[in-house]
């Protein structure tokens, strides 16, 4: 069911890193990013796709992992992930990518979930050295990057409490929590000004 995929998909950030993913699995994710939707059907996205130990070492370091989590420094080896999709937009294509990438991502993420996968999509990313280190093209804007493997943390989704807290964070037996609102807190009555019930 849809909806179990799409609470599942919980961002990882730690991965069992010697269970490898290989290049079939990634194109087969590419391809569900094929079949989603792109503004104006201009289809200006391309992707690189890397899951071999050596290549992933030399994009690592171009990340940052976690923003909410200050004092962590991203996975330790043997946790950082098996594999890595990055997300580009051909500028020869389209001049702006508007959501596409994000919508790709998202179908990239749901398939991984599906094949008991998990993901991280980042887009905290030292684009120049990244494209220096692994020869981009300038025609090519570097807008996301997925992180793929198998999960090595549990994550969990909390009820946003009432102070409105909604930074994430890791208990004592290191599962990451996610504050979520709550659906009544989503919905907008159509009518009704700010402020009204």
């Known amino acids: 069911m849809l909806r179990d995929i799409v609470v599942k998909n919980r961002t990882c950030r730690r991965f069992q890193e010697t ?7 990634l194109k087969e994710l590419v391809e569900l990013a094929r079949y989603s939707a792109s503004g104006g059907n201009v289809q200006p996205l391309k992707f690189m796709l890397a899951c071999d130990p050596e290549t992933n070492r030399r994009i ?6 976690a923003a909410g989590l200050p004092e962590w420094d991203g996975p330790e080896e043997g946790e950082r992930p098996a594999a890595y999709i990055i997300i580009l937009g051909d500028k020869d294509i389209a001049a702006g990518f508007g959501v596409d990438h994000g919508i790709a991502a998202q179908s990239i ?7 008991g996968l ?3 999509m ?3 990313i030292q ?3 990244l494209r220096k280190e692994l020869g981009i093209a300038e025609r090519f804007e570097i807008l996301l990057i997925v992180a793929l493997g198998t999960p090595a943390e549990k994550a969990v989704i909390d009820d946003l409490e009432q102070d409105g807290d909604t930074r994430y964070w890791r208990d004592s037996d290191g599962a990451h929590h996610v504050p979520k609102r709550k659906l009544d807190e989503l919905i907008v009555d159509v009518g009704k000004s700010e402020g009204q019930k």
Request: with cysteine; aromatic share 6%; glycine share 10%.
């Open 19 to 25: 269970e490898s993913i290989d290049i079939d699995s």
């Open 60 to 65: 690592f370091p171009h990340l940052r992992w």
């Open 109 to 115: 993420l749901l398939g991984a979930v599906e094949k």
């Open 118 to 120: 998990a993901g991280c």
């Open 122 to 124: 980042l887009g905290s």
């Open 127 to 129: 684009r120049n050295p």
